[in-house]
């Protein structure tokens, strides 16, 4: 009778710790559960921040992208350039941009993407007041060279950025499509801005009004 006890104690007790060990595990697997599916519903102020820094990155970008179509004509003018000389000052800052989209996505995994998306923003504010100083076709046309540089690895680092530091896919993909509508808005902010005060205050100070203050506040950010 002893013997029998015993070993239905002895059972009860290794019933007992069985599930002891295994509620732990349980519910730790549906708080897991429970946060992934939070996560994926909610943003989080990490991903509010993110979104609104690289989305004013994407807007100062798309503003430079579109300049030229804008001043172009302007610059040729007033520099009595000739069609040549104004075909490469409207086209050779799209070539730099594909060139150095090609060389992005390397450089973003060598170096900092933070550090190269912050320094590729301020050497657009840099070469973009110089357009507006220089006086000969040569300077200007490195500058704008140096610009779309500077925006071929702004737009693709910002991205790559983004993705790696938000918190879920939803909101991943919703904030790439945020970035998508304000892109639109800065090639129309150049259109409207261009059309009522270009003629009035030059294409100098239109390149600096462009887009230098909205650079200010991200570099503020």
């Avoid at 007992?16 to 730790?28: A, D, G, I, V």
């Avoid at 992934?36 to 970008?61: A, C, G, M, N």
């Avoid at 995994?109 to 657009?124: P, W």
């Avoid at 006086?135 to 500058?143: A, C, F, G, H, P």
Wanted: aromatic share 10%.
């Amino acid at each position: 009778t002893c013997s029998r006890s015993t070993v239905s104690r002895l059972q009860n007790m290794s019933s007992n710790y069985k599930s002891f060990t295994r509620e732990p595990t349980q519910l730790n697997t549906e708080d897991g559960v429970e946060r992934s599916k939070r996560s994926d519903q909610e943003w989080t102020r990490k991903d509010y921040l993110l979104t609104i820094l690289v989305s004013l990155v994407h807007l100062i970008d798309s503003i430079e992208i579109y300049l030229p179509g804008v001043v172009t004509q302007a610059i040729a003018c007033e520099l009595r350039l000739t069609k040549l000389q104004e075909g490469w000052l409207g086209i050779n800052m799209y070539i730099a941009m594909a060139m150095t989209s090609l060389l992005a996505g390397k450089l973003s995994n060598r170096f900092e993407r933070r550090l190269l998306m912050l320094t590729s923003l301020y050497m657009t504010i840099g070469f973009n007041i110089l357009s507006a100083l220089v006086v000969d076709y040569t300077t200007l046309l490195l500058s704008r060279a140096f610009i779309g540089i500077c925006a071929g690895l702004n737009i693709n680092v910002s991205l790559l950025f983004l993705s790696a530091r938000i918190s879920s896919d939803r909101a991943r993909t919703q904030a790439v499509t945020i970035l998508n509508y304000v892109f639109a808005l800065g090639i129309g902010w150049d259109a409207v801005l261009g059309y009522f005060i270009i003629e009035s205050t030059g294409w100098r100070v239109f390149l600096v009004l462009a887009s230098v203050p909205l650079s200010i506040l991200t570099i503020l950010m």
